[in-house]
């Protein structure tokens, strides 16, 4: 299914049955990537007295509970709810679905004893001023991201500077493969969420961070349409499928 989309005075040409998936699927148990100290995902049949919602035990289906936390489970998206005293949900927030991406790799620096992601490497990596989304792969890249157990491991994290340079360049939607923009323990200050959101004095509503994706390696750096799929939870953050799709120009 070839598409050609216009965007910004520009033409791409699309192949919609050619999609990249960059989400790690929320299973249930302990073999999936986990941070914040988070349960692993639940996925459990109903029980109502000697009723299993199991069609293996007897049941004609299968009905069961999900229990998940979508910051710690998987991947997940999240807008400014996040971090406000408002109630602010995503599924309200955001309105529209598909946008132009620019997929970079980037090696976060050691500084001190971090790995940050840095203004100056965004500065030289990003080359497309018409993106709306950014996607970073972090190097090294390996599948073991779809399993890692963050919490408490001092992961990557962003710059605060690097997070205020995608409000400036007007990067609405930042995903990455990593639990959090900012630094794991940072006092609570999570500086480059306020950055990438200007919370509270010039809130970007319609903006999110989207985390723990993983993009394989044979998807090259370059320019991508992503289809941002969330669930319709009235919450801060929902797990999430994003999708990209190779555009030619
Ligand atoms: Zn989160």
Redesign the pocket.
């Known amino acids: 299914m070839i598409a050609t989309i216009e965007h910004k005075g520009k033409n791409y040409k699309t192949d919609f049955s050619l999609p990249i998936d960059i989400s790690i699927p929320l299973k249930p148990g302990p073999s999936n990537v986990n941070a914040w100290y988070c349960e692993p995902v639940k996925i459990e049949p109903v029980v109502m007295g000697d009723w299993i919602g199991d069609v293996n035990h007897g049941a004609g289906v299968n009905f069961r509970n999900v229990f998940l936390n979508p ?1 710690g489970n998987g991947t ?1 998206t ?1 807008c400014v709810g ?1 971090i406000s005293i408002e109630n602010i949900s995503l599924n309200q927030n955001l309105k529209s679905f598909f946008f132009i991406a620019e997929l970079i790799s980037v090696e976060p620096e050691k500084i001190n004893e971090d790995l940050v992601i840095t203004k100056n490497q965004l500065v030289s990596l990003c080359r497309h001023i018409d993106a709306e989304a950014l996607v970073i792969r972090t190097l090294p890249n390996s599948i073991e991201k779809k399993v890692h157990q963050y919490s408490d491991t001092n992961p990557p994290y962003l710059e605060m500077d690097a997070a205020a340079w995608m409000m400036s360049r007007n990067i609405k939607h930042l995903l990455l493969d990593l639990p ?1 923009v900012d630094r794991e323990k940072d006092e609570g200050k999570l500086a480059a969420h306020h950055a990438f959101w200007q919370y509270p004095n010039a809130t970007r509503f319609d903006c999110t961070i989207t ?1 723990l994706i993983f993009v394989p390696d044979t998807v090259p750096d370059g320019l991508y349409l992503i289809n941002m799929m969330i669930t319709s939870l009235e919450n801060d ?1 929902s797990p999430s499928k994003p999708v990209l799709y190779k555009i030619d120009t």
């Open positions: 910051h997940h999240e996040h959090s985390e953050a």
